[in-house]
């Protein structure tokens, strides 16, 4: 069958007479790792199942054991060189070990790395100054906390509080944490676990263009195949009431009337496969919600600090100020921090009762955000996801259009995403056995790239928004290397 797709879309004469195209070469990087000096590949194997989480998933059929980080670069145990694509799950936004970040921790962990943040210490009142200077509106208020899913669990209650209502409205295919209360927002059944949770939590129709029910026109220099089936009328795409009508829905069948406590929703869905919304989505539903009584929360742990371009938080893509914004993830370039930020009349409802976060805030901690700040601005890194991401998906929309196995490409900025399909026409999953294995080929070519969607379908390209274009190539030209040898195996 992939012969005869290959032969209609142009490739079969390519195959026939040239043979598998060569992988490109690696870009160069003049950093030496040093020699490895941990225990033996076997025995991290070993421990990791005897010692570790058994639900911790490890990548690939033979995992890589990082070691050393340089940038856009990890390099394993037998110092081996890997682009990373994935940053951490989207979580080292400058570069690893990057030098002005490191030099801050290492700065402030000579001088003070911990006291209460109940006593006075200048960092968390900088970074705190520094971290809503970037906000638009009254979002002036932070609460520093550890982690995306603490900063959702907080989201939830400040919305509950303030409003004096319980109910909350995610979206399905979202991921908004583990924890055992963000587990309730996070609305994959491959993410949830069989003891009662998510109460009060209620899920509305995901506003796919690309595999929801009425396709539409999303924010981003490529649009999916069905973006023909929509129109846009003043930047509004004709499927987005559609969308609206099956929250609205939700709304009046499952809350009580004018008693929302809050919306949520990620500006580019991460987990759930780099989802974008049609356009005028997140705008309509945010005017719905506060129109039942609700705030509106954005979760900002992958989309924030400029990776998406054009704005250095994901929601300004959509012409929205949330009331509630979530932050974790890039804030720290790696290392273990996140926000909620609100505003000033939200805040006060913590007032009401003590509430302490160890952690928070600490010395290190805030030094490391203001130092990822400064390099986020020093380095202009948000410029370079602005013209790198839509270089990258023209060329991605390239193998799309070459490959019956790419259905769709998409995202802003360095947030990208690909997804993989059995069949154009269906838009049917490709099945696990085969993304595994081109995975691996991926990995094995020396780029790591991850994985998301809800049967793992989609491949998330979300590097640390310092790679170049030469990275890009070089992972386009690998990515052609695999397809189509992937192909001729089917």
Known sequence: MWRRLLVQNGCGRYLSTCGSPSPPPMPPCDFVPQPYKGPDYSDVLRLRHERLNPSLVTHFSQPVLIDQGHMQWLYDHTGRRYLDLFAGIVTVSVGHCHPKVNAAAIEQMQKLCHTT????????????????????????????????????DMAMMLARLYTG????????????????????LTAHNTWKYNFANGFGIHSASNPDPYQGLWGGHRDSPIQ?????????????????????????????????????????????????????????????????????????????????????????WGFEGHDVVPDIVTTAKGIGNGFPLAAVVTTPAIANTMSKALHFNTFGGNPISSAVGIAVLD?????????????????????????????????????????????????????????????????DDIKDLGILIGRGGHYGQVFRIKPPMCITQADVDFTVGVMDTVFEKACRNM
């Open 224 to 312: 999916s195949v069905r973006a023909e089936e929509s129109e846009v009328v003043d930047g509004v795409c004709s499927s987005t009431d559609k969308y609206i009508e099956q929250l609205n829905e939700v709304l009046e069948y499952s809350i009580p009337k004018g008693k929302l406590a809050g919306f949520i929703a990620e500006s580019i869905q991460g987990v759930g496969g780099t989802v974008q919304f049609p356009l005028g989505y997140l705008k309509k539903a945010f005017e719905l919600a506060r129109a039942n009584g609700g705030v509106c929360i954005a979760d900002e742990v992958q989309a924030g600090f400029g990776r998406t371009g054009d704005h250095f």
């Open 117 to 152: 943040n109940i006593y006075l210490f200048p960092k968390i009142h900088e970074f705190a100054q520094r971290l809503t200077d970037t906000l638009p509106g009254d979002l002036k208020v932070v609460y520093f906390v550890n982690s995306g899913s603490e900063a959702n």
């Open 375 to 439: 390099a986020i601005k020093e380095d202009k890194t948000q410029e370079n996801c602005q013209k790198l991401g839509p270089y990258f998906l023209q060329k991605l929309a390239q193998l799309r259009d070459k490959y019956p196995i790419v259905g769709d490409v998409r995202g802003k900025g360095l947030m990208l995403g690909m997804e993989m399909v059995e069949d154009k026409n269906t838009r049917k999953p490709l099945n696990a056995q085969a993304m595994g294995k081109i995975w």
């Open 165 to 184: 209502n319980f109910d909350i409205v995610n979206l399905r295919n979202s991921f908004h944490g583990t924890s055992p209360y963000a587990a309730g």
